[in-house]
C-alpha cells in the first residue's frame, strides 16, 4: 500500500518535470551569487584551498537542494488537512503517519533527482574558482550516497512535525517560517558549517540540523574518510528514530481531538 502511495506520487509530480528542468537557472544564479558574496567576504583572509572548499560545498548544497532544504512544501497534503478532508486518509487501511512519509520523500527524491544530475554536470565544467572540483573516490561515493539518503529521511521526519503542526496553527506557513529558517541555518544551509565558531560547532554536532544538511556535503567534499565521518552516519540513525517516534506519538495524539465540521 506504501508502495502505491509513492508510486501515484511519482506519476503526479512527472506531469510537471518540465516546470523542475526550468527550475535549474534559479539554482545556478542562487549558487553563483552565493559563491560570489563568499568570495568578497573571504578574500582577505581566505587561502585557495579554503575557497575551494566553500565552492564545492554552495554547488553540493545548491545540487541537492530538494533534499536537505526544509521549504519543499507538499500544498496538496496542507490542503488535506487545513480542509478537513484528512477524515477520508483516516478511513483507509494504512498508517497515517507512513502514508504522510512516503508522500514527502517521494516528492524529495523525484525533484532531487531530476535537478541534481544536470546541475552536477553542469558545475564541473565551469572556469575556476566557480567549478565544482572534488576528489572522488569509490570508498567516498558509497559512504556519501549512505549519508545523503539518511539525510534524505531525517529531513523527511523533520518536515513532518511541520505538517502535524497544522492541527494546531491551521496553516503550514507560520511554522514553516519558523522551523524552516532554524533548520537551514543551524543546519548550515545558509552559512557553511565551517564558518561557524568553533564553540557553535560542538552544540551543532549534538542537534538533528547538522545531520541532515551539513555532514553528507562535508562528506563529500572532504579528502579522506576518518572515523568521525562513520560517526555521523550513527547520529544520523539516532535522530531518524526520536524524530519518528516524537512524530507517531504527536501525530496520535492529535487525531484523537480531530473535529472535523461540515457536511
Not at 14 to 20: D, G, S
Not at 35 to 43: E, R, T, V
Not at 149 to 158: E, F, H, K, M, Q
Amino acid at each position: 500500500m506504501y508502495k502505491s502511495v509513492f508510486s501515484y506520487r511519482i506519476k503526479q509530480l512527472w506531469q510537471y518535470k518540465f516546470a523542475l528542468i526550468s527550475s535549474l537557472p534559479l539554482y545556478l544564479i542562487r549558487g553563483f551569487l552565493t559563491i560570489s558574496i563568499l568570495m568578497a567576504f573571504n578574500k582577505l583572509t581566505s587561502s585557495s584551498g579554503q575557497v575551494r572548499g566553500l565552492v564545492n560545498y554552495v554547488w553540493i548544497q545548491t545540487c541537492f537542494a530538494p533534499f536537505v532544504s526544509a521549504w519543499v512544501i507538499d500544498s496538496d497534503l496542507n490542503n488535506v488537512i487545513k480542509t478537513g478532508d484528512i477524515a477520508y486518509e483516516y478511513m483507509k487501511p494504512v498508517d497515517l503517519y507512513w502514508s504522510w512519509f512516503m508522500r514527502l520523500i517521494s516528492q524529495r527524491l523525484f525533484t532531487g533527482m531530476v535537478s541534481s544530475i544536470p546541475i552536477l554536470l553542469l558545475v564541473s565544467f565551469f572556469p575556476k574558482p566557480y567549478a565544482l572540483t572534488v576528489q572522488i573516490s569509490d570508498g567516498k561515493i558509497i559512504l556519501f550516497v549512505v549519508a545523503i539518503g539518511l539525510a534524505l529521511i531525517l529531513n523527511t521526519v523533520l518536515s513532518l512535525l511541520v505538517y502535524i503542526s497544522i492541527f494546531h496553527t491551521f496553516s503550514i506557513t507560520g511554522s514553516l517560517l519558523i522551523f524552516g529558517s532554524i533548520m537551514e541555518f543551524l543546519g548550515g544551509l545558509v552559512i557553511p558549517f565551517s564558518l561557524f565558531p568553533e564553540n557553535m560547532k560542538n552544540v551543532l554536532n549534538l542537534l538533528p540540523f547538522k545531520y541532515g544538511i551539513a555532514y553528507p556535503i562535508q562528506l563529500f567534499n572532504g579528502k579522506t574518510i576518518s572515523a568521525e565521518n562513520l560517526t555521523g552516519i550513527i547520529f544520523q540513525l539516532f535522530w531518524i528514530a526520536v524524530v519518528i517516534l516524537l512524530g507517531r506519538e504527536w501525530l496520535k495524539r492529535d487525531i484523537k481531538h480531530i473535529v472535523v465540521q461540515g457536511g
